[in-house]
């Protein structure tokens, strides 16, 4: 067989080799890794692998932006819930000699206050009123004792897993007004700087909470002491 004949036979074998090839009768095995040819190498990056690679870095960037996407709405909602109002209204008992000659009387509380969630600590600052009825009916006229207070509150029971109520301390300072009736003279109001301290019990209901709260008032300069025993709402 001369040199041309030889070089016919290979040229038809590889062709029918190329040809069995490309009809999916014949599969040859892949290259090993780094010697498939750069048009391979190219589709391999940018074809099969790139995207699904992409897919990857682009769920770890949604998961790790979540938590900053929604750190202001839940910013809101605690800031929100951190602040209340209260009413409350109740019996006044006065003390002291104050109370030689002041029969109980009612007392009238609004306010509103901050207790973040996180901390035993909180704070309220209230507007109070009271009055009272002289003994004996003297003249029909009545002492009052109103003010604003600021006040921080101090939580020795906090609600857990087993209880849902709060056992508190309270206490602070104000400004009061107090008036107290002469039978002869008109005597006028005055105005002092007073402190008050005492505890109460505050319960959840559906939508807001309830408290019974009890506190010693003392109005410097004066002999104004009296003790509210008031109900009251938080919402």
Known sequence: MNPSQKYNIL????????????NGNLTSAPPRPGT?????????????YMPSKLRAWSLT??????????????????????????LAAGLTEPV?????FYNAGYNLIVGIGINPPAS???FRAEGIYNEFDQKGGGGG??????GVTVNA???????????SNTLYLIGGIGYYSSKEPDQFFNV????NVGYNIGGGFKFPLSGFSAYVEARYHSVSNTDVRFVPISFGLIF
């Open 11 to 22: 040229v038809i074998q590889d062709n029918k080799s190329r040809d069995l090839t490309h």
């Open 36 to 48: 498939e040819p750069a048009a391979h190498r190219a589709t391999f990056l940018h074809g099969d």
């Open 61 to 86: 960037a949604i998961l790790a932006a979540a938590p900053f996407a929604l750190a202001p709405t839940s910013a809101l909602a605690q800031s929100s819930s951190d602040l209340h109002f209260n």
């Open 96 to 100: 002291s000699d104050f109370g030689r």
């Open 120 to 122: 035993p600590l909180g």
């Open 141 to 146: 006229d009545k002492a009052n004792a109103g």
């Open 153 to 163: 509150v101090y939580d020795l029971l906090r609600p857990n897993a087993v209880q």
């Open 188 to 191: 006028p109001s005055q105005s």
